[in-house]
């Protein structure tokens, strides 16, 4: 029976930490064997659409679970949405001018930033492949639709502060990097956003086959019928993996459906 498989974008299909900007050869012949076997495969990830680099966005998912699961989209069809709620924006950016954190508020067409001349903005922004058309500086917090926060703190000194002043909003997830973080909605995860597409479609959760690594995955590992952990993947992701594959690099997307035979050779 065929299988709707979820993939994870940072540290599941490319990574830029090392420069892998783009979707391997290798993983593409993958993915294209499992549409030809009848499979639907999509995208699961924090980032928003625009955030998405070309590298990945260009492959033609059949949908898309973003911003941690607050924004779910089939074959173009927005089919769930959970938006940021002003005060939240509002109580983030309060906190970052008073600490001079840099805040992102990501919609699916512009990311709404405190100041795009920052800096630190600046290298964050290159490094994760942000496009500048989509930055926004000049905004009404009231009047924009957004579906996931980020923060960047200055150190790990300022991370308690930061979780007491936004946690009664967000789920406070840190990435691989000690600074940055993801503010998930309560109620919000990857997770979530797949069941709602699985309901969509008719379907079943069991049906479902999910790659990821970092720790806004955990519970997309957890839930899907199948959760497979890279072996490049966070601790904490690895313990409750069903299966742990290799290295983004060794192409573990593929070792994994190999070894599943959910592709022939």
């Excluded at 309560?186 to 969509?200: D, P, Q, T």
């Amino acid at each position: 029976m065929s299988k709707l498989f979820f993939f994870d974008i940072d540290g599941t299909l490319i990574d830029c930490n090392q420069d892998i900007y783009e979707i391997t050869p290798e993983t593409i012949r993958t993915l294209d064997k499992l549409k030809e076997e009848g499979h639907d495969v999509f995208l699961s990830t924090g980032r928003c659409k625009c955030f998405i680099v070309d590298g990945v966005m260009k492959y033609p998912f059949s949908g898309y679970v973003t911003c941690n699961g607050a924004y779910v989209e089939y074959k173009g069809k927005c089919v769930y949405k959970n938006v940021v709620p002003a005060e939240a924006i509002k109580a983030t950016m309060d906190l970052c001018e008073k600490y001079h954190f840099n805040y992102y508020f990501e919609g699916n067409d512009y990311i709404y930033v405190r100041d795009s001349k920052d800096t630190v903005h600046q290298a964050f922004a290159n490094n994760w492949g942000m496009k500048e058309e989509t930055i926004i500086d000049k905004f009404d917090y009231k009047n924009i639709e957004t579906y996931i926060g980020m923060i960047v703190v200055n150190s790990k000194d300022d991370i308690p502060v930061m979780v007491e002043a936004l946690s009664p909003y967000f789920d406070v997830q840190r990435h691989q990097s000690d600074r940055s973080f993801d503010l998930t909605l309560k109620g919000s995860s990857k997770a979530v956003g797949i069941k709602e597409l699985v309901k969509e479609l008719g379907r079943s959760i069991d049906d479902t086959i999910a790659f990821g690594d970092g720790r806004n995955d955990i519970e997309m590992i957890e839930e899907t019928g199948q959760g497979i952990a890279m072996g490049n993947a966070v601790p904490e992701l690895k313990s409750v993996a069903k299966y742990i594959t290799t290295n983004i690099e060794e192409e573990g997307i593929t070792a994994a459906c190999k070894h599943f035979n959910y592709i022939k050779d």
